[in-house]
């Protein structure tokens, strides 16, 4: 067991620095028997590419790391005394929700972009990006305003029980249950939203429904997903717990990690999770449509 994985380990890492040829050059039988290997194949060819086109991306992301540090430093010079927790996070939310707002549609070029990559597909990096942020700006715009509102949303509510007190009784604890639900789910949805935007016509509620119901049916492996995604902001907490005397250093190395390499890569391993689902749910019952993309065994749907 242990000489399979360390084989594979081996082959993973001559993979990066080693890339095979593309798999459209590549011949069906030597083609990626399993989605395991189209990803490590396809990462392997893909990933050095995915520092500048993150830089690009975070681009919009910067006014909420410039909103979140201005934060900060007025709660660090804040009298403890006249320090209020609810209208300080109520202004930080309402703030770092307009300041997501324009996240939208850089988030659906990037996941056009990791989505053809993600499949074996060759593009232009930066007509392939923009031309994404181009043709779903609007759509993709509604997606992140209701994920920028949604934290001061989940706070507003909760402030709100809260200062009920013991009259909340019981219902204060089913609202902050109901709530979590709420936001683990959006979480899940959000990894299929944009690659079913970029890859469908389809209007603003279907989009979300079809997301939710493949994600409440891929829902073992949307969790599993998740977690993979969620894993650096994990071991940065851990740091923080472990190191309590090095945050601003911390601090630091997340953010030139989200800016250097994170977003693209939290895209690119979305984007492999939403191809199966959308390939088995979708593109099946499709006449015309591919499945398996990338892979030995793709075909078109008759």
């Given at each position: 067991m242990?000489?399979?994985?360390a084989?594979s380990a081996?082959k993973?890492?001559?993979?990066l620095?080693?890339?095979?040829?593309p798999?459209?050059?590549?011949?069906p039988?030597?083609?990626?028997?399993?989605?395991?290997?189209l990803?490590r194949?396809?990462?392997?060819n893909?990933?050095s590419?995915f520092f500048?086109?993150?830089?690009?991306?975070?681009?919009?992301?910067l006014?909420?790391s410039v909103w979140?540090?201005?934060s900060?430093?007025?709660?660090?010079?804040?009298?403890?005394?006249a320090?209020?927790?609810?209208?300080?996070?109520?202004?930080?939310?309402?703030?770092?929700a307009?300041?997501?707002?324009?996240?939208?549609?850089?988030?659906?070029g990037?996941?056009?972009l990791?989505?053809?990559?993600?499949?074996?597909?060759p593009?232009?990096?930066w007509?392939?990006?923009?031309?994404?942020?181009?043709?779903n700006?609007a759509?993709?715009l509604?997606?992140?305003l209701?994920?920028?509102?949604?934290?001061?949303?989940?706070?507003?509510?909760?402030?709100?029980?809260?200062?009920l007190?013991?009259?909340?009784?019981v219902?204060?604890?089913?609202?902050?249950?109901?709530?979590a639900?709420?936001v683990?789910?959006?979480?899940?949805?959000?990894q299929?939203?944009?690659?079913?935007?970029?890859?469908?016509?389809?209007?603003?509620g279907?989009?979300?429904?079809?997301?939710f119901?493949l994600?409440?049916?891929e829902?073992?492996?949307s969790?599993?997903?998740?977690?993979?995604n969620?894993?650096?902001?994990?071991?940065i907490a851990l740091l923080l717990w472990?190191?309590p005397?090095?945050?601003?250093?911390l601090?630091v190395?997340a953010?030139?990690?989200?800016a250097?390499?994170?977003i693209a890569l939290?895209?690119?391993?979305?984007?492999?999770?939403?191809?199966?689902v959308?390939?088995?749910?979708?593109n099946a019952?499709?006449?015309?449509?591919?499945?398996?993309?990338?892979?030995?065994?793709?075909s078109?749907v008759?």
């Amino acid at each position: 067991m242990k000489a399979r994985q360390a084989e594979s380990a081996r082959k993973m890492f001559k993979g990066l620095f080693f890339p095979k040829p593309p798999l459209e050059d590549l011949p069906p039988q030597e083609r990626p028997k399993t989605r395991r290997a189209l990803f490590r194949q396809t990462f392997g060819n893909y990933w050095s590419w995915f520092f500048a086109v993150n830089l690009v991306c975070y681009v919009f992301y910067l006014p909420a790391s410039v909103w979140t540090e201005l934060s900060l430093e007025s709660l660090l010079t804040l009298e403890t005394a006249a320090f209020q927790t609810a209208p300080f996070m109520g202004a930080y939310l309402a703030g770092l929700a307009a300041c997501l707002f324009i996240t939208g549609p850089m988030l659906a070029g990037i996941s056009l972009l990791m989505r053809n990559w993600s499949r074996g597909e060759p593009c232009m990096r930066w007509q392939t990006l923009f031309g994404g942020m181009k043709r779903n700006f609007a759509q993709a715009l509604g997606f992140s305003l209701i994920e920028g509102l949604m934290p001061l949303a989940a706070y507003s509510a909760l402030r709100y029980y809260g200062n009920l007190g013991d009259s909340a009784g019981v219902g204060y604890y089913v609202l902050f249950g109901f709530i979590a639900i709420v936001v683990i789910f959006a979480l899940l949805m959000r990894q299929l939203v944009y690659t079913i935007l970029v890859t469908y016509r389809l209007k603003f509620g279907q989009i979300i429904k079809n997301a939710f119901l493949l994600t409440f049916l891929e829902l073992p492996r949307s969790f599993l997903t998740l977690l993979i995604n969620l894993s650096p902001i994990a071991v940065i907490a851990l740091l923080l717990w472990l190191l309590p005397a090095y945050p601003g250093l911390l601090v630091v190395l997340a953010l030139a990690y989200y800016a250097l390499f994170g977003i693209a890569l939290e895209r690119f391993v979305s984007a492999s999770f939403a191809n199966r689902v959308l390939e088995k749910h979708f593109n099946a019952k499709l006449p015309g449509a591919k499945v398996d993309i990338g892979m030995a065994s793709e075909s078109v749907v008759e």
